[in-house]
């Protein structure tokens, strides 16, 4: 009943930009903590970046680099990617913590977005 879909993913060039969008939709009583992580081929799922009702927190191979945001009014989470290298090639997913209209609380994953980077 409740779904993450995200976009904004694509091909761009090293050093340029791209912004990740992720909406949430359904049965929702409110959202909690949103995130997001990448998978790269061939490896592990890594967080990149977190964001509450106060705070934002990201991998340090990212700091400076990518900005979370959030729109509650929209059930939205963005992240905003600046100075892209061909490193940060990967599929990236938004995850939220999500209490539903039945007030159980549930990790929702996203179906992903592929982010690619030449050099």
């Known amino acids: 009943q409740v779904q993450l879909v995200e976009s904004g993913g694509g091909l761009v060039q090293a050093g340029g930009a791209l912004r990740l969008s992720c909406v949430a939709s359904?049965?929702?009583?409110?959202?909690?903590?949103m995130r997001w992580y990448r998978q790269a081929p061939g490896k592990m799922r890594e967080f990149v970046a977190t964001?509450?009702?106060?705070?934002?927190n990201y991998a340090d191979s990212v700091k400076g680099r990518f900005t979370i945001s959030r729109d509650n009014a929209k059930n939205m989470v963005y992240l905003q990617m600046n100075s892209l290298k061909p490193e940060d090639t990967a599929v990236y997913y938004c995850?939220?913590?999500?209490?539903?209209?039945?007030?159980?609380?549930?990790?929702?994953w996203g179906q992903g977005t592929q982010v690619t980077v030449s050099s």
């Open positions: 995850q939220a913590d999500i209490t539903s209209t039945t007030r159980s609380t549930t990790t929702y």
């Open positions: 359904g049965s929702i009583f409110s959202i909690n903590t």
């Open positions: 964001i509450d009702s106060g705070s934002t």
